[in-house]
């Protein structure tokens, strides 16, 4: 039973930081290619970051290259996104999302509940 859990949204000004966490279970995690996306009221799903199951090649949308980073932890089946200089377009639920081979070409077949961004004054 592949489980993906998303934690470490909240609400936090613009120009400030905050790090997400995806803690991943079920399946072999080091061998999976895995994403990160999210979703707002009137804007289109965006697929925000992506990462190779080594974590030797990544991907940014264009909204957020220079200042979202992913990164993972094969040894604790964790996969992050650290957001830097958050803007209020970044207001979002924010998903996990495990590929379905080592790299994201093959697209993906599981994700996980969401958690809230907000970046509001």
């Known amino acids: 039973q592949v489980q993906l859990v998303e934690s470490g949204g909240g609400l936090v000004q613009p120009g400030g930081s905050l790090r997400l966490s995806c803690a991943a279970s079920g399946f072999t995690f080091s061998t999976y290619a895995m994403s990160w996306y999210r979703q707002a009221p009137g804007k289109e799903r965006e697929l925000v970051a992506v990462m190779t199951a080594a974590g030797s090649s990544t991907k940014y949308a264009d909204s957020v290259k220079g200042r979202f980073t992913i990164s993972r932890d094969n040894a604790k089946n964790t996969l992050n996104l650290q957001m830097n200089n958050l803007k209020p377009e970044d207001t979002a639920v924010y998903y996990c999302?495990?590929?379905?081979?080592?790299?994201?070409?093959?697209?993906?077949?599981?994700w996980g509940q969401g958690t809230q961004v907000t970046v509001s004054s």
């Open positions: 999302g495990k590929g379905r081979m080592t790299h994201w070409i093959g697209g993906y077949d599981y």
